[in-house]
């Protein structure tokens, strides 16, 4: 059952050099239950897409195309329907659990409040509520660390009463932005594993923005592949993975180290930086640094070409890149 | 928080004592011998020594000091040199018009600067917020004795509303509020300039914090996220600057009161300075210093109880 | 794009503002339409003509002429009192970045004391033990802002030495004087400048506080505080006599604070780094 | 290759104060180093893992006598760094250099490239400004730069080439040994390759040993023959780092290990959080509350760094997991 289906999503945002296109035709869909991972690096138009999707696109940035969630239109919605979708419906996990939470309120009281907006709960119940769901996010002493400021608690509980606060209404969707980046890696696993068991058990869905493909390799059913506000792959992580059909994603995964491979081995460099935002021409955002490119790369968009199984590739010589390594 | 509160109280204690003290050796080390200054050059050696004994000022320094502190803290402020009277009344006189005026003063600008500032800061970059920041920008330059006598000019000059000063006495409440008003505007105009600036840029740093976007996420309201979350945040830093403005404040209260001719603390010191009668002008300084002081002491304690994380860090 | 364009403005006029008075106070030592402080009792209170541009006061002393060379004391005062606490702020400020713990704390400790002495209340004392005058109100003003400038200097030296440059320079072997000279020195100045514009118009408010009181500059100094004070006394007769010496500070304090507003918007390496 | 070791690090141990709990009560301390030993030789690149708080960053600072020790000695070719006198300390910090995470915070946005990376040489305060300028051009070159970049500043760089700046800085006074604090972690991935190629050429053909301090598995397992594992201030485990990561001794270095996303494969199901650990005791192991085989010896004794399945490796478990 489709409970995403966004079409030719844009996000123009208003700089003083004049607009800058940030996000440029994402087309995406997503089933109830099912995991997608945005991967992208810095300026790829990863986050500006998940607050998109939520409606909390900075002060001025103009939307186009549309994001339909459950059925609803969301692009046209007014603020007062986006509001009441946001922390009911649809719920945010945010990448940096110190900044993210208000340092003056009890962690109780925050995870509590959308229980109030939303449910109509009392403060008392909501704040009784709110233990129950530290709890349910395995917080070792759910009682004290309601009571707690923010400032009290470590990176990994911090993140974990983030994630109480999102699925406190039960929502169908939760948009996780870089939830583990501050993090150690064994506290990443953790709360990916916490992310992806809720999933199972609640049946929601979930959106995990990452810089990492293989933090999205491990815990999504698909994947999407930005750079340059562009989606240049789509498709099963698995898929995705062994046979990329975009010489981006390829790329990126010859470039990636792997513990196992022999010490000082070279890696595969793709020269270059990436680009920004105002930098992307006409052509192919990759294309200056694509070891594949030809003269149309530069001068027009890359066409969207299918490989069945959802599995989509934007680029003018989809069908030579060669299986990955 | 009891052990903040002990720990605040004893720093304030140790502060008023350093005060004391640099007040004192101001007051008291450099000068001359405020014998022969009362007296006048034609006295003769005699009558200084005379009235240098019955003033004490032949005792040594640190019983001097001593005898002043103590007697500062029974509310004995000693004997003015000048008017050979207690120096308590005469204050407590004067504090009655001076306290009042910066009472009223502190709170107009509050209020200004804080309408003023949640404005501004919603309307961040718009016109509003200009011309709130143009208006900050004249309020910041304007003297506010200025402003005092542009406003007997009009109010007093002009429109013959108000007299152009003095002061009715409290046994006519109404009146003697009436003669505070424009002080109180000329003094807070100023301080809400300043106030209004700080309040403005809390506000906008705090709404530029992660936890506003998580509280949008959430689907509070942008208006409620800014009274709940974003307010509280910005609090902290405009109540310190308004401890730290106090002081100024009062020196403004100084030379407003010398405008409106009221018989106040500023009025207190400066014809205690024409008489040479030093131990009331430090008793004033003092009492101003207590003020100053204690008020920031109840900031500390103020911006405390707002933030938690200033609680658990005890030094 | 407004927000820069505005910064523009505000640096514009400050600047101009800023100037005027400078130039004023330049001409003052080489011409004014009359000697300021010559009293002529028989055309005292003189409306504005062309004999004298802003009239005369109660002593027929020409308003003009006292406005330009009361710019004098104002820049004096200014400008000792602000290099008073560049001198000792920076130094205090650098010394308490450099030498944390106890140093540190005591001189913070000390800067916070000094806020409950405004400059007015400094100078009331010092002027009931030295008696009025410039001087006083010069080392009043300028011991006021000392703990400011120090505060500043010290907030921003520890932000410069928090940062990476700043460990990279001691791993390169550099000692902390190169280090203060080459890093923190260049990376603290525009938020010194900003604050020393400010402090400078502060100082002239204080001034003509202290001189409106009669606890600055002494006649015949011209000073524009005192010009405010001698036409309270004519108020009823001749109030416009109160308009110019005002708006003369006013213009200058306002000319000065745009000035540094203009400078922060111009030199914040934040703003920049984005341009 | 001599057998002397270039770096030798022996029993360091920091502690750093705490505020008071109460008025007048003693400063609690917290130990940032525990005792930590090992040897850094030359052309093998030397790696440290372990959690934010393990120690690590603290380190590499006392490493570099940047900050010193509670006791414990370092020793760079032998010769100890908290015995020399300024001068010599100065001399000798031409032979080791420093590179770190963030290269937007790590060079002085007024300074151009130029006297960024000459400033090791301005130290050592003797090179003629010709010397200067060619050091500096052979520099940037080194890195992949050109020498014409030496008159730009540092804004006018994408975030790789920053950190090939601080590279070319930490080069200039061509030094045997460079501690890289977290070298990559702040770059994006497409230019991570490009980084950490260079480290490995520069291993390799100019003689440059680092000391590289990771978070990550993979970028040390990339880098360094030798890793060791830090927690709370200890080494848990130190090995080759093909065998320590293919085969983990340690209970810590087996959950960072299954812990590190890897493309080919899910996690390992990551193990639950036990309710309510209990506390660290001081004579115990320090990661017992932890592990998921800490057994009651664990939670009295400490164990020792010992010999672990040959090889040379270490580790300080009651009962390794090889």
Redesign the interface.
Known sequence: MTLLEVTDLSVDLPL?RGAVRVVDGATFRLDAGESLGVVG??GSGKTMTALAL?G?APEGARIGGSIRFEGRELVSSS?EAM??????RM??I?Q?PM???????RVGV?VA??LV??RGLSRSAAFGEAVRLLERV?L??PERAAHA?P??LS?GERQRA?IA?AIGCGPRLVIADEPTTAL???????I??LIDGLRVETGMAVILVS?????V???CDRVLVLYGGLVMESGPVEVV?RAPKNPYTR???E?????????????????G??PRHRDVGAGCPFAA?CELTVDVCRTARPPSVAFGAGHVSRCWRAAEVGEAP | MALYLLQRLAVFVATLVIASAIVFAVMEILPGDAAETLLGPTATPEAVAALGHKLGLDLPLYVRYGRWIAGLARGDFGVSYAYGSPIAPLIGASLAISLPLAAMAMALSAAMALAAGVYAAGRRGRAGDAVVIGLTQVGLAVPNFWLAILMVIVFAVWLRLVPAGGFPGWADPARAFGALILPAVALGVVQAAILTRVTRSALIEALDEDYMRTARAKGVSRRAALWRHALPNALAPVLTIMGLQFANLIAGAIVVENVFVLPGLGRLMLQSISNRDTLVVEDCVMLIAILVIGLNFVVDVACAAIDPRLRSRSA | MSGFARGGFSLWLGATLAAALLMIAALSFVWTPYPPAAIDIPHKLAQPSLAHWFGTDSLGRDVASQLIAGARVSILVGVVAVGIGLVFGVALGLVAAFRKGVVEDSIMKACDFVFAFPALLSAIMLTSTFGPGVVNAIVAIGAANVPIIAKLTRATANSVLAREYALAARAAGRGPLAIAADHVLPNILPALIVQATIQFAIAILAEAALSYLGLGAQPPQPSWGRMLSDAQNVLYNAPRLAIYPGAAIALSVLGLNLLGDGLRDALDPRLRARS | MSDAPLLEVVDLVKAYRLPRPRPFAPHPLRAALAGVSFSVFAGRSFGIVGESGSGKSTLARIALALDSPDSGLVRLEGRSLFDLSRGELRAMRAHMQLIFQDPYGSLDPRMRVEAIVAEPLAALGRASRAERRARVAESLEAVGLRASDAAKYPHEFSGGQRQRVAIARALITRPKLVVADEPVSALDVSVQAQALNLMSDLEREAGVTFLLISHDLAVVAHLCETTAGMFRGKIVEIGPTAALFAAPAHPYARELVDATPRLDRAPRSAPPTKPAPPPASAAGCPYAPRCAWAAPRCLKEAPALTEVAGQGRRAACWFPLV
């Open positions: 003083p690096e810095s939520m909390l603020e509001r009441a979708l946001r922390g009911d719920a945010m945010f940096e900044t993210a939470l208000n340092p003056l309120h925050q409040e959308p907006l939303h395995r070792a002493d400021y400032f009290a990176g983030m606060m150690d890696v064994t506290v990443q696993a953790r990916l594993a810089h990492d493909l293989a933090v390799a491990g815990n993975l790329a990126l995964l470039a990636r180290p792997e513990p196992g491979a022999p010490r000082g081995a070279r890696l595969k460099t793709i020269p930086a990436p640094r």
